[in-house]
C-alpha cells in the first residue's frame, strides 16, 4: 500500500546557506551535470537546443531512470536576445521594434520546445546529439487547435496556428505526452510583429515519442497566462487538470474532462482535454465556479463598457478566460504559479509568488483540500501551508515539484532586477528548498540549492528512481548593465558569456 511505498523522509542534506555566489551551488555530497545548453545540437539534421530553458519532464525509455526522452520549455529571450538574434534589446527603444525577419526568425525559433535524449554513462548525464527523437518544437512549428474554440470567430476561424512560445512551466500526461503552458506571449508577439494574438495563451500537447505527430493546443483549458498543469483523477476517473493564471490578480482555475480516463485507451486518452468542464476558483466561498456559457447567467449578461455583450458563446468564454473568470465573480489570486497533487493525501499545492500591488512581497504556498477528496468535487477548504519571507528563508516561490514520500522541493523567483538588494538581500539569488509536508519539520524549509547570478533554477523533475534530479538554469546573468560587463559567467566560467541550459542533479 502507499504507507510502506512512501516511507517518511528526512532532509539528507546539509542545508547551504543563502549566498549571491555565481555558480549552481549544492550541498557537500551532491553535483551536478550540464546536461545542454542553448545552441547545442540536440539531432542529426542539426536542430539546436532553445533559450532560457524552463519547465523539464523526464520521460523514461524502457523503464530507465538513466535513460530518457528529457521535454524541455524555452520561455523568452529578454534583454540576453542579442547573443540569438542579434538585436540589441537591451538598448533599443521599445517603441521603435527595427528587428529584421531574418532576427524573428531566429527570435522564434529559440523559443518553444526541445525534445533530447539523455543518458547517464560512466556516470555522467549526457546529450546524445545524433538522437532520432531530437526535436525542436518552436515557435516556427505547425500546430491544431482542438476543441470548442478551434474554427470559432473567437479565434478567427482558425484550426491550424503557428508556432509556440512563452512556454513557462508544463506537466506531464497519464498517456505520457507532454503539456506545455503558453505564459507571457503578448511581449513575444510584440517582438516578433505577430498579429494573431489568440492564437497564443494555450496548454499545448506533444507526444515526444511520435517525430512527426504534430503538437495540440487544447482550447477547452482556456486561454490565459498558463503557468503550468497537474492532472489528476477523481473517483469515477474523470480527468482534472488544476491551472494557474501567472499575472497579478489572476485566478486558480482547473478543469474536468466529461469523459473517463481509462489506461488501455493509451494516447487517444487525449481527446479527454476536448470536451470537459473548465472552473475558477472562489477562495472566499470555497466552491468551484464552472465556466460554462450555456448554464451560466452571469456569463450571458456579461457586457463590455459601451455595454455589449462580452461572450456569445463558450469560444468566446474559452478565449477570453480572465473577463469570464471575473464576471462570475472568482477571487483575485497574488500570481498563481505552479499547482501540484500531493502524491500521497492528493491536496493540491499552489504557490502564490507575489503580488506587490497588495503589499504581499515573499509570497506563500497555499494547500487547498477538495470536498471528500473527489477532484472533481464543486467545494474545497485551503490553508496557507507556507508563508515566504525573512524568517522561512525563501521568497517568491514558484515551481513545485513532489518526491514520493510527499516532501515539497520549490524554486524561487525573485526578479533579477530585485534580487540581492533592498527587502530582498538577504535571500541571496534564487534558490531550491526542501519543504517536509509532513512530521515535526512540516512546513519548515531548508535550502538544497542556489543559482547562479542573475538565474532562477525552474522546472524541477526527478528520475522515477529519484537518483537524479533534473532543473533548469534559467536566465543566468539577466539584468545586465552592458554586454560588455556580464554579470555571469555560468557555467563555462573565465570570460565566458553565461549560458542558459539543463543540468542533472545526482548525490540523493
Ligand atoms: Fe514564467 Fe510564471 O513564471
Ligand atoms: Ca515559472
Ligand atoms: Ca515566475
Ligand atoms: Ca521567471
Same mark, same amino acid.
Given at each position: 500500500g502507499l504507507e510502506d511505498k512512501h516511507k517518511p523522509a528526512k532532509v539528507k542534506f546539509k542545508p547551504i546557506q543563502a549566498t549571491n555566489k555565481d555558480e549552481l551551488v549544492l550541498p557537500q555530497g551532491y553535483k551536478y551535470d550540464v546536461v545542454a545548453l542553448y545552441g547545442?545540437?540536440?539531432?542529426a539534421k542539426g536542430d539546436t537546443f532553445g533559450f532560457n530553458a524552463d519547465f523539464t519532464c523526464f520521460l523514461p525509455i524502457e523503464g530507465s531512470s538513466e535513460h530518457g526522452l528529457l521535454w524541455v520549455n524555452h520561455e523568452y529571450l529578454g534583454e540576453l536576445e542579442y547573443y540569438v538574434t542579434g538585436y540589441d534589446a537591451l538598448h533599443?527603444?521599445?517603441?521603435?521594434n527595427t528587428r529584421t525577419s531574418a532576427q524573428i526568425e531566429k527570435y522564434l525559433y529559440s523559443l518553444g520546445g526541445s525534445i533530447i535524449e539523455v543518458k547517464k554513462q560512466n556516470g555522467k548525464w549526457t546529450l546524445i546529439?545524433?538522437?532520432?527523437?531530437g526535436r525542436r518544437v518552436s515557435g516556427l512549428t505547425k500546430h491544431t487547435l482542438t476543441g470548442?474554440?478551434?474554427?470559432s470567430a473567437a479565434v478567427g476561424g482558425a484550426r491550424e496556428v503557428t508556432g509556440t512560445f512563452a512556454n513557462c512551466s508544463g506537466g506531464v500526461t497519464l498517456w505520457n505526452t507532454i503539456l506545455s503552458c503558453e505564459e507571457n506571449f503578448d511581449s513575444v508577439i510584440a517582438d516578433t510583429k505577430l498579429?494573431?494574438?489568440?492564437?497564443?495563451g494555450w496548454v499545448v500537447e506533444v507526444?515526444? +515519442?511520435?517525430?512527426n505527430s504534430i503538437p495540440k493546443k487544447h482550447t477547452a483549458l482556456g486561454r490565459f497566462s498558463h503557468e503550468n498543469t497537474a492532472m489528476t483523477l477523481a473517483p469515477n476517473g474523470q480527468l482534472v487538470v488544476y491551472m494557474g493564471?501567472?499575472?497579478?490578480?489572476q485566478y486558480v482555475y482547473k478543469y474536468v474532462s466529461r469523459g473517463s480516463y481509462s489506461k488501455s485507451t493509451g494516447k487517444a486518452?487525449?481527446?479527454?482535454?476536448?470536451?470537459g468542464t473548465l472552473y475558477v476558483a472562489n477562495f472566499g466561498k470555497g466552491k468551484w465556479i464552472a465556466l460554462d456559457y450555456g448554464k451560466n447567467e452571469a456569463l450571458q449578461k456579461a457586457v463590455d463598457s459601451t455595454g455589449k455583450?462580452? +461572450?456569445?458563446s463558450q469560444a468566446d468564454v474559452l478565449v477570453k478566460c480572465r473577463e469570464a473568470a471575473k464576471a462570475v465573480g472568482a477571487t483575485a489570486m497574488d500570481r498563481p504559479e505552479d499547482l501540484e497533487v500531493h502524491p500521497i493525501d492528493g491536496s493540491v499545492f499552489i504557490s502564490l509568488t507575489n503580488n506587490s500591488k497588495h503589499g504581499n512581497f515573499y509570497g506563500q504556498i497555499v494547500r487547498l483540500f477538495p470536498k471528500d477528496n473527489?477532484?472533481?468535487?464543486?467545494e474545497f477548504t485551503f490553508e496557507i501551508f507556507a508563508a515566504g519571507g525573512p524568517q522561512s528563508g525563501f521568497a517568491a516561490p514558484d515551481n513545485l515539484a513532489f518526491d514520493s514520500a510527499g516532501n515539497l522541493w520549490v524554486v524561487t523567483d525573485i526578479s533579477s532586477s530585485s534580487m540581492?538588494?533592498?527587502?530582498?538581500?538577504? +535571500?541571496?539569488n534564487n534558490g531550491v528548498f526542501f519543504i517536509p509536508t509532513?512530521?515535526?519539520? #512540516?512546513?519548515v524549509a531548508a535550502q538544497f540549492a542556489s543559482a547562479p547570478v542573475g538565474a532562477e533554477m525552474t522546472g524541477p523533475w526527478f528520475a522515477p528512481d529519484e537518483k537524479t534530479l533534473f532543473m533548469s538554469v534559467q536566465?543566468?546573468?539577466?539584468?545586465?548593465?552592458?554586454?560588455?560587463?556580464?554579470?555571469?559567467?555560468?557555467? #563555462?566560467?573565465?570570460t565566458s558569456i553565461a549560458l542558459p541550459g539543463v543540468v542533472a542533479i545526482t548525490g540523493f
Open positions: 547545442d545540437k540536440i539531432n533599443a527603444d521599445p517603441k521603435n546529439s545524433d538522437s532520432k527523437y470548442p474554440a478551434a474554427g498579429k494573431d494574438e489568440t492564437h497564443y507526444d515526444p +515519442f511520435d517525430p493564471d501567472d499575472a497579478n490578480d486518452n487525449a481527446r479527454l482535454l476536448e470536451e455583450p462580452l +461572450f456569445t473527489n477532484h472533481a468535487a464543486e540581492n538588494s533592498g527587502i530582498y538581500k538577504t +535571500f541571496g509532513s512530521g515535526s519539520d #512540516k512546513g536566465h543566468p546573468g539577466e539584468n545586465l548593465e552592458s554586454y560588455e560587463a556580464p554579470t555571469s559567467h555560468w557555467p #563555462k566560467g573565465g
